[in-house]
């Protein structure tokens, strides 16, 4: 139970920005908001993470709403090297120490 | 700083088989945590070691073990292989100090079972 929802997929064009919701409606206060994403044939890649403000750095931006039941990443000019599948995952740590991945949302971007 | 490192990269055996895979972290970090991955079911947690010690299992039957060694490297054990054990198996690396530790991933070893 990934207990996120994401759209399976989105589009964007190349050098706009990025949006890519997620909704986590049942998060408690102690769990983090961690974002990654996975190119084509890799691992996994670590995008960004929050509690309850909104966070920046040279990747991405995360934006938390007020009451903590939906993020959105934000990728400020999309190139062809973020196209990937973007997770966004409740992360507890202390016992519960794993990342639970849900089907993420597809990002195309077209040159 | 090198990344996270496995080995090897591919592999293929047949069913009834066993295989180890070996997972090096990056230095310094204690935990190391492995997931497989496949077409159907996605990402999914398989167990997480930290100072040698299992401190999280996820479903998967008990053909799937691991171990971590005092210099922090891990292994994972796949008995009596099914095809369905077929799939990417990944591991990532992480501080463990805090609930936002990012974990590194390696880039996989992709398991054949024929």
């Known amino acids: 139970d990934a207990k996120t929802t994401q759209p399976n997929s989105m589009e964007s064009n190349e050098e706009e920005p990025v949006h890519l919701p997620c909704n986590h409606s049942t998060i408690s206060g102690t769990d983090y908001i961690h974002w990654y994403r996975q190119l084509p044939s890799q691992g996994p890649e670590y995008v960004i993470h929050g509690l309850t403000s909104n966070v920046n750095n040279r990747m991405a931006s995360l934006a938390i709403a007020e009451d903590r039941k939906s993020s959105t990443l934000i990728l400020h000019r999309a190139t062809l090297r973020d196209a990937a599948v973007y997770y966004c995952?409740?992360?507890?740590?202390?016992?519960?120490?794993?990342?639970?991945f849900g089907k993420g949302t597809l990002l195309t971007v077209n040159p | 700083k090198a990344g996270v490192t496995q080995t090897p990269r591919y592999l293929i055996k047949t069913r009834g088989q066993q295989v180890t895979l070996s997972c090096s972290p990056i230095?310094?970090?204690?935990?190391v945590s492995w997931y497989q991955q496949t077409p159907g079911q996605g990402l999914q947690f398989l167990f997480e070691y930290f100072s040698e010690t299992q401190r999280n299992k996820g479903n998967f039957p008990g053909r799937f073990s691991g171990r971590q060694f005092s210099n922090s490297r891990s292994e994972m054990n796949v008995s009596t292989l099914e095809l369905g054990d077929s799939a990417l198996y990944l591991c990532?690396?992480?501080?463990?100090?805090?609930?936002?530790?990012?974990?590194?991933f390696g880039p996989g070893t992709r398991l054949t079972v024929l």
């Open positions: 990532a690396s992480s501080l463990r100090t805090s609930g936002y530790n990012e974990q590194f």
């Open positions: 995952i409740r992360f507890s740590g202390g016992s519960n120490y794993k990342l639970t």
């Open positions: 230095s310094g970090h204690r935990s």
